[in-house]
């Protein structure tokens, strides 16, 4: 028994510091006509398309995996609610992701 616990216990600590990675950052940018939203992290901008759920709004913060390509579900904290966006492009400099933005939305 004494075994079993060891080795939950190393499990747990093995995952939990992939729980604590997920990006948070603040919605900087987003048109109405225009589904892609620009979110400022400490690791620079992504640029995220809007897919479905809370519909953010500039100013909010979200947190979860933007930081890798592909679909993902990230939560609204300012909104308390789940947003399903595609990460189009992430750790960008400002000025690539507006000039990302405006090949997208132009």
Known sequence: MRLFE?????TALL??????????????YYESGCSYFIVETNLGYALLEWYGGHDPSKGEIIAGDF?????????????????KVWVDNFWLSKSRAIEKYYDKCD
């Not at 060891?6 to 190393?10: E, G, P, V």
């Not at 930081?67 to 947003?83: C, H, P, Q």
Request: net charge positive; no cysteine; aromatic share 14%.
């Open 6 to 10: 060891k080795l939950l216990f190393a």
């Open 15 to 28: 995952l939990a510091p992939t729980l604590a990675f997920a990006a948070k950052g603040v919605v900087v």
């Open 67 to 83: 930081e890798s390509f592909g679909f993902k579900n990230v939560y609204n904290l300012t909104a308390d609610r789940e947003t």
